[in-house]
T-cell receptor, first 111, second 114 residues
Framework: GEDVEQSLFLSVREGDSSVINCTYTDSSSTYLYWYKQEPGAGLQLLTY?????DMKQDQRLTVLLNKKDKHLSLRIADTQTGDSAIYFCAESYSSASKIIFGSGTRLSIRP | EAGVVQSPRYKIIEKKQPVAFWCNPISGHNTLYWYLQNLGQGPELLIRYENEEAVDDSQLPKDRFSAERLKGVDSTLKIQPAELGDSAVYLCASSRGTPDTEAFFGQGTRLTVV
């Protein structure tokens, strides 16, 4: 079946790197996503990676994919207070098909 | 470009009452999704439209939930009658529906059933 697992909470010091981990079960997933949700707001797509890629970097964000272990991670460099949010890992077979979301990781920033 | 617009933002109703949510997708987006997000969880798909056709409604509780997208643009999601367990955020999203395109989410409607 389809399932996406991620830890519920992460606390990091401002300026440090944050690493949010995720595992998924559907080996046919083609797209793997990271969404950000701030309080009272909708979901914002941060980045996505195709299943045939190992890594994608976009400014402060680095996504690593281990397809063999079905493990996805999001690294946020130089974490800022504005990065406080819930981060959802998600997968889909195609960009138009349904997206399966994890339960979200709440990232909090310590001064 | 305007984003996905949902209304109302908040709704409080008594159980057994009907309720409807409205979504206006981004212009030109053929694919429209309704997701349900319970507190502390990720969104779960209720229904997906390609233009006016519902192509995936397998997770929609059809005994009390209904949805329509008559002209392939705006969409409404209805619950009748509402139950306490329906309290959640209802998210609408849209995409162009072609490969390699992003789904954009609205801010959601927070429903509280009392």
């Amino acid at each position: 079946g389809e399932d996406v697992e991620q830890s519920l909470f992460l606390s990091v010091r401002e300026g440090d790197s944050s690493v949010i981990n995720c595992t998924y079960t559907d080996s046919s997933s083609t797209y793997l996503y990271w969404y950000k949700q701030e309080p009272g707001a909708g979901l914002q797509l941060l980045t996505y990676i195709f299943s045939n890629m190992d890594m994608k970097q976009d400014q402060r964000l680095t996504v690593l994919l281990n397809k063999k272990d079905k493990h996805l991670s999001l690294r946020i460099a130089d974490t800022q207070t504005g990065d406080s949010a819930i981060y959802f890992c998600a997968e889909s077979y195609s960009s138009a098909s349904k997206i399966i979301f994890g339960s979200g990781t709440r990232l909090s920033i310590r001064p | 470009e305007a984003g996905v617009v949902q209304s109302p933002r908040y709704k409080i109703i008594e159980k057994k009452q009907p309720v409807a949510f409205w979504c206006n997708p981004i212009s030109g987006h053929n694919t429209l999704y309704w997701y349900l997000q319970n507190l502390g969880q990720g969104p779960e798909l209720l229904i997906r439209y390609e233009n006016e056709e519902a192509v995936d409604d397998s997770q929609l509780p059809k005994d009390r939930f209904s949805a329509e997208r008559l002209k392939g643009v705006d969409s409404t999601l209805k619950i009748q009658p509402a139950e306490l367990g329906d309290s959640a955020v209802y998210l609408c999203a849209s995409s162009r529906g072609t490969p390699d395109t992003e789904a954009f989410f609205g801010q959601g409607t927070r429903l509280t059933v009392v």
